[in-house]
């Protein structure tokens, strides 16, 4: 998960799975919007780019990102069907 970045997530044409690590939240950020930020070429970090997102609900810019295996992975995620997130202990 460590040499993740926008283009990987390009490749893989999964939404991009954010987390909030102050309050939990999760939320799905298209790939389009992502790649907007540098193109499908970009080869910034996602851990970089989780950087760039305040969460809309306790508004703190403490933001953890992976791109999913799958888009099926990243809805059972964001829903919490799936518990733990890649990553993170």
Same mark, same amino acid.
């Given at each position: 998960?460590?040499?993740?970045?926008?283009?990987?997530?390009?490749?893989?044409?999964t939404?991009? /799975?954010?987390? %909030?690590?102050?309050?939990?939240?999760?939320?799905? !950020?298209? @790939?389009? #919007?992502?790649n =907007?930020?540098?193109?499908?070429?970009?080869?910034?970090?996602?851990?970089?780019?989780?950087?760039?997102?305040? /969460?809309?609900? %306790?508004?703190?810019?403490?933001?953890y990102?992976? !791109?999913? @295996?799958? #888009?099926?992975? =990243?809805?059972?995620?964001?829903?919490?069907?799936?518990?733990?997130?890649?990553?993170?202990e």
């Amino acid at each position: 998960m460590n040499n993740e970045n926008v283009h990987t997530l390009y490749m893989h044409g999964t939404d991009l /799975c954010v987390l %909030c690590q102050t309050c939990g939240r999760r939320s799905l !950020v298209d @790939p389009y #919007k992502v790649n =907007a930020w540098g193109g499908k070429g970009d080869m910034t970090p996602i851990s970089e780019v989780a950087k760039r997102f305040k /969460c809309t609900t %306790c508004n703190v810019k403490n933001s953890y990102a992976f !791109v999913p @295996p799958t #888009k099926e992975f =990243a809805e059972r995620w964001r829903r919490v069907d799936i518990t733990e997130t890649p990553g993170v202990e």
